[in-house]
C-alpha cells in the first residue's frame, strides 16, 4: 500500500531576476532573501481556505530549497479518518490534484510565494503523520506515538508508547505499548507517563504494521 499520496507540479513565473553582487557569496544571500520575502501565515491562510471548501484540513505547509530548487510542501488529511494500514490514507488522489489546482492558481494570482519558479507538493501526511495540535491528540487516542519533549520528564526526552488519553492539555503515554523494546519501561519502572502538551517538541503517529 502507498502511505501517502502525493501530487507534484512545477510553477513558474515569466519575471528576470538580476543579481546585483558578483560571486558565491553573492548567491546565497539572494538565495536565503528569496526565501524569506514570502509571509508563511498567508500561504498556509490560503491553504486552509482551500482546504477547509473541501471539508480537509491542512495539517504541515513547509518549504525547502532555494532559487530553482524550491519546493512548497502541503500535507493535508480528511478530519475524522484515522489513518491504518489495512485501508486507504484520509485524503485520495483526487482529493490532492484538486486542492493543488486550487491552491496552486490562488497562490500565484496572489503572488504569495514570490521569488520566480517553484514546486508544489500536495500529499497526504501519511501514516506516521504529525501530532501538532490539541485536536490532533484528541483525535488519535488509543494510537501508538512517538514524541520528543523540550525539557526531560523523569530524566528523559525521547517517549514511545500508546496515547492512553489527553486531557486538561496533559497527555497519558502507555510505555509499556512501545514497538521498541528499548522504548519501553524499565523493570520497576512506572509504566506510564503524564506529559503536558506545552512541553512536546515534536510527536508523531505510529504506524501499526
Not at 491553504?47 to 530548487?69: I, M, N, Q
Not at 486507504?88 to 494570482?109: A, L, M, Q, W, Y
Not at 524499565?186 to 510527536?203: D, F, M, Q, S, T
Amino acid at each position: 500500500m502507498c502511505r501517502s499520496v502525493r501530487i507534484v507540479e512545477a510553477h513558474q513565473w515569466a519575471q528576470a531576476h538580476f543579481l546585483v553582487w558578483g560571486g558565491i557569496v553573492a548567491a546565497i544571500r539572494a538565495q536565503i532573501a528569496e526565501n524569506m520575502a514570502f509571509d508563511l501565515d498567508k500561504v498556509r491562510q490560503i491553504a486552509e481556505r482551500v482546504a477547509g471548501s473541501s471539508g480537509l484540513e491542512v495539517v504541515e505547509v513547509e518549504v525547502c530549497g532555494a532559487g530553482k530548487h524550491r519546493t512548497l510542501r502541503v500535507f493535508i488529511d480528511r478530519p475524522g479518518v484515522v489513518p491504518a494500514a489495512d485501508r486507504p490514507d484520509g485524503v485520495t488522489h483526487e482529493d490532492c490534484s484538486k486542492f493543488s489546482r486550487e491552491f496552486g492558481t490562488i497562490v500565484d494570482v496572489e503572488d504569495a510565494f514570490p521569488g520566480g519558479s517553484y514546486v508544489l507538493e500536495v500529499s497526504s501526511p501519511g501514516l506516521d503523520r504529525k501530532l501538532t495540535k490539541a485536536a490532533d491528540f484528541e483525535r488519535f487516542r488509543g494510537q501508538r506515538v512517538k514524541l520528543t519533549t523540550r525539557e526531560p520528564v523523569n530524566d528523559n526526552r525521547h517517549f514511545e508508547g500508546k496515547l492512553e488519553s489527553f486531557d486538561d492539555g496533559k497527555l497519558l503515554l502507555d510505555l509499556s505499548a512501545a514497538r521498541k523494546k528499548k522504548m519501553r519501561p524499565k523493570e520497576g519502572a512506572a509504566p506510564k507517563v503524564e506529559i503536558e502538551l506545552r512541553n512536546v517538541e515534536k510527536a508523531n503517529l505510529v504506524p501499526e504494521i
